[in-house]
């Protein structure tokens, strides 16, 4: 069984930055996605980062390109999203999720998710 265990949420200023960890384990195959959905209160949970496990290829919402990186470390199984020049827009519940299929554009097509960190920008 596939475990996601995150970490690394909090309140930041507007323009900081905070980094998100997600240790994981149990995958049963080598071919899977992992990164990040978020869900801000009465809004729909979203895509925003996530990394391909056979070649390192990533994507991003569009309103994250620029100020987040999504990157893993194979010797730890983590994955990071480090988020910087935060705007209070991306106040949101952060998860950390994965799939074995190649789509990160519902949340209908994931397979497993953490149980979630808070993050929270203030103006």
């Known amino acids: 069984q596939v475990q996601l265990v995150e970490s690394g949420g909090g309140l930041v200023q507007s323009g900081g930055s905070l980094r998100l960890s997600c240790a994981y384990s149990?995958?049963?195959?080598?071919?899977?996605?992992i990164g990040w959905f978020r869900q801000a209160p009465e809004k729909e949970r979203e895509g925003v980062s996530s990394?391909?496990?056979?070649?390192?290829?990533?994507s991003y919402v569009d309103s994250v390109k620029g100020r987040f990186t999504i990157f893993r470390d194979n010797d730890k199984n983590t994955v990071y999203l480090q988020m910087n020049n935060l705007k209070p827009e991306d106040t949101a519940v952060y998860y950390c999720?994965?799939?074995?299929?190649?789509?990160?554009?519902?949340?209908?097509?994931?397979?497993?998710w953490g149980k979630g960190t808070q993050v929270t920008v203030s103006s």
């Open positions: 990394i391909r496990s056979t070649d390192g290829r990533s």
């Open positions: 149990g995958f049963i195959s080598d071919a899977y996605r």
């Open positions: 999720a994965a799939s074995y299929g190649d789509s990160w554009d519902a949340a209908d097509y994931i397979d497993y």
